[in-house]
Each structure stands twice: as C-alpha cells, then as structure tokens.
C-alpha cells in the first residue's frame, strides 16, 4: 500500500486508527459509564471519520460497553453517515448563529444520552472543547446525571497508538523529511527564505497533505554556508524543532541535525547566501 492509499483510507476507514476497547478501559478507569468526545482530535479518534475543522460542537459519546451515539450539524451529517460507523446520529440544522446551534446540539445530546440509558449516569466529558455554557445547560437537561472531566480517557487510549495509526505516522514523517529535502535540494543563491518556504509548501501538498498549518523560515549563523579555505562549499542545515504534526498534532516534535557535507556546486569564492533555517514546518495531512 503507498503513502497515499494509507493518507486517503486516514479520510474514509478509520477504523484501525481507533482502538475502541481501550477507550472503554479508558472510561472505566475514570470511573465514568461514558464520555463524550468533543475536541477535534477526539471527535476523529472515535467518531469514524476525519474533520479538517469544527466551529460547530460534534459530540461523540461512548459508553463502558462500547455503544457509540453521535451528535453532529446538518452538512457534516451526510459524510458521517457514508464513511463513520457510528449508526446512532442526531443531526441539527443551521441557524441564524453560532451559540444557538451549539445549544441544539447539547439538546440533542441530552437526547442522546437519555435514549442510551445514561440519565442518571456517570458522564465524562471532554471539557477542553466544550465551553461552560454549554456544560451548565447539559447539567441542567440531566439533573440526574452526574458530569466529569472525561479528557484522561481520551489521553489513555490515546497513548499506545494502534498499528494503523503508526503506519499513517511513518509515511506523515517520510513525506515531510522528503518535502523538506526537495525544497533545499532545490535552493539557489539568492533565493529568499519566502521562496524555500513555498517549495516545501507545495511539495507537501503535492506528496498527500490536506493543508499546511504554518511554515516559519528563518536564518541562524549555523545554517549559512560558507565557503571553506580549501575551496569546498559546506552547509549546516539544521532544523532546530521540526515539528512533524503532519498526521497528528499529538506527535511529538523531533530535533533533527544534519552533518556538514561539501559540495562542489557552490557559488564563486567570497559569496554568501542564505539557505533558511526551519525551525518549525508543520503540515498537517490529517488531524486524529
């Protein structure tokens, strides 16, 4: 399977991205009958599928026993129920502004979790997400249910990443480093940092990304190349914090520093150039 067949089946099947029995470890651990996903990280870990982006609530529950309900607006609703495998949906129109609709969709989920059996359950919610607002109205709907803090679940199950989820890292990291690569690979004297940073850009697009979050270039005295008393061209690259957030933002940042190598291909003796010094590239292919 190639990078970009694991890249697309990240977008549409996720299911060996997510590992439901941990999650319910997760939940049981915390002491909860369920939790309720709301962060986008956590929506995409167990809603089945992937969202570029959220400003309005999706709200995914998962109970002790691994039943899965969902709560998600009215444009979203069509792509969930094409690729997720979550069966139990509400879904809430668009209105004439934001909080209203987030407040339909915390009815609903009310709803929701009525409907469950979870009235008078132990509720974790993922809080990070989930303004207070909106947290008070829930209690208010379920009088009966008691609410937590349900984010350690998430962090639990989240932490020994499945097979699948390694993979999508391996070929995020490899395209990345290969991105990087061809944009330096590609750089003359003369060329501005601006212009690097629009090669890497667009490599990475091209190699499977969904979007670039940002591209920070900037020049140290170590990534200047120089030309030597012996009349070899040597270049430090070294990329103090590159942040290879390109399949998760969880990803833990890597230090990389490549050794110096000569090149015959330098510019006439006495001329210096900037190469740029990347100390953050982060593309983000997906978000889990």
Known sequence: MTGLQVFDLGRTNRRNLFNLERLQQGV????????????LPNVNYSGGSFQRSATLLTLVVTTADGR??????????????????ITEMRSFR??????????????LLADLLKEMGLSHANIGVDQSAIPSVFVDQLERLLPQA???????????????????????FRYAALYSDKAIATAFANTRP?????????????????????????????LTQASTPSLSTRGQWRSRWRWVRLSTSTLA???????LTSPETPSSSGPAQGRKTSIGDFTKFVSFFMRL
């Open 249 to 255: 933002p969880h990803l833990a940042a890597m230090s």
């Open 146 to 168: 008691t609410l937590g803090d349900g984010r350690n679940a998430f962090d639990y199950a989240r932490l020994i990443k499945t097979p699948g989820e390694i993979e999508l």
């Open 94 to 107: 668009y209105l004439a502004n934001t909080a209203s609709m987030n407040a339909t969709a915390i009815g």
């Open 190 to 218: 003369s060329d501005t940092e601006k212009t690097v940073a629009a090669r890497m850009q667009a490599s990475v697009l091209a190699l499977g990304a969904d979007l670039i979050d940002h591209t920070t270039p900037h």
């Open 68 to 85: 899965q309900g969902m709560v998600v607006n009215e444009a979203d609703y069509y792509y969930y129920r094409k690729y997720s495998w």
């Open 28 to 39: 049981i651990k915390g002491g909860h009958d369920a939790v309720v996903a709301a962060s």
